[in-house]
């Protein structure tokens, strides 16, 4: 039996992304959260416990990215046509916020509040613009002879929006969580009391996106409520809501450091789960499935010689990093 190369390359690049989203989520949720904390020495702090490892976090975008052009070139070329300004968006988000961070540490007290609201801003532009292409991804896309065919703007509608906004609140959930996890004293209390509302509007998001696509899409419906899938998939939304209890929980218990952020991750990788079990196995949505749009078989395998041999060097230096910096942010202590 031989190997099959595109469902390999769709569990690669949904790795990637999904070791994105963890990584750079609560990296841009400490930007997110920047607004809600004023004191100075608190924000050096946010900064610092992401100082070490936020830019290697981005190396999954690359990596997702440059799977795709190699395993699904029609994909790629699809995707990137439709979502041309968000994505571009998102890339002028991510270098200002960048940019920012360096910049804040060397600036002087006059012009530090400056990059403050620019790494602020960096990152929401960032993180709405990744739930605009999130939203439209989920929407589909409108092709005409293997090629993208609708709008330069039909990646703008109600329901991108809205995953924009989940998007943002999904980033300042894990971006608390972190902050409980490495902070200690004020700062983590502080988290802790923006933590509790902002797991409940995630929860709420997720409940709304989780009723909104089976509505719009007939397809999508009949993969969650049709027999047999309503019993074999009803554990999803069943653990969805135990988990954000447990976090809820966690999040008011002063002992509890870790176990917030865990079970934040948790709360991701399930409505991460949903959202792939909803558009399973088309890549191009609604209708090119991996197969459709997979490259030819040697490309595939040849690409897949050098990814099998870069991730396992990308896993260990990305644990090595956070191995090295692992403990408590202390005010005064850092990036410099």
Not at 309 to 329: D, E, H, M, Q
Request: no cysteine.
């Amino acid at each position: 039996m031989g190997i099959d190369l595109p469902l390999l390359w769709a569990m690669i690049i949904g790795f990637g992304l999904m070791m994105y989203v963890i990584m750079d989520g609560f990296d841009l949720g400490i930007g997110i959260l920047f607004p809600f904390v004023r004191d100075r020495d608190d924000r050096d702090a946010m900064v610092n416990s992401v100082a070490p490892v936020w830019d290697g976090n981005e190396t999954w975008l690359v990596l997702g990215g440059a799977a795709l052009l190699a395993a699904f070139p029609l994909a790629y070329a699809v995707i990137l046509s439709a979502l041309y300004l968000p994505l571009m968006l998102m890339l002028a988000g991510l270098i200002w916020r960048g940019v920012a961070f360096e910049f804040r540490f060397k600036a002087d007290e006059a012009h530090k509040p400056f990059w403050d609201k620019a790494f602020a801003w960096g990152s929401y532009v960032a993180t709405f613009s990744q739930g605009l292409a999130l939203g439209a991804f989920i929407n589909g896309f409108e092709l005409r002879d293997g090629s993208y065919a609708g709008g330069v703007f039909d990646w703008l509608t109600p329901f991108s929006l809205f995953t924009g906004l989940a998007m943002i609140l999904a980033y300042a959930l894990l971006g608390a969580s972190w902050l409980v996890m490495k902070t200690e004293g004020a700062l983590q209390a502080r988290m802790r009391e923006l933590g509790r509302p902002v797991t409940l509007a995630v929860l709420a998001t997720i409940a709304a996106v989780s009723l909104w696509t089976p509505l719009a899409h007939p397809q999508i419906a009949s993969r969650w409520f049709a027999l047999p899938n309503l019993i074999l998939l009803a554990p999803v939304p069943a653990l969805v809501v135990l988990t954000g209890w447990a976090l809820l929980r966690a999040m008011r218990q002063s002992s509890s450091h870790s176990a917030p952020f865990l079970l934040a991750l948790v709360l991701l990788f399930l409505g991460y789960s949903g959202l792939a079990i909803s558009l399973w196995p088309n890549i191009i949505p609604p209708g090119i499935s991996i197969w459709q749009a997979a490259a030819p078989p040697q490309s595939m395998g040849f690409a897949l010689v050098g990814a099998l041999f870069i991730i396992p060097f990308i896993l260990a230096y990305t644990a090595w990093s956070y191995y090295v910096f692992r403990g408590k942010v202390k005010a005064g202590e850092g990036y410099h």
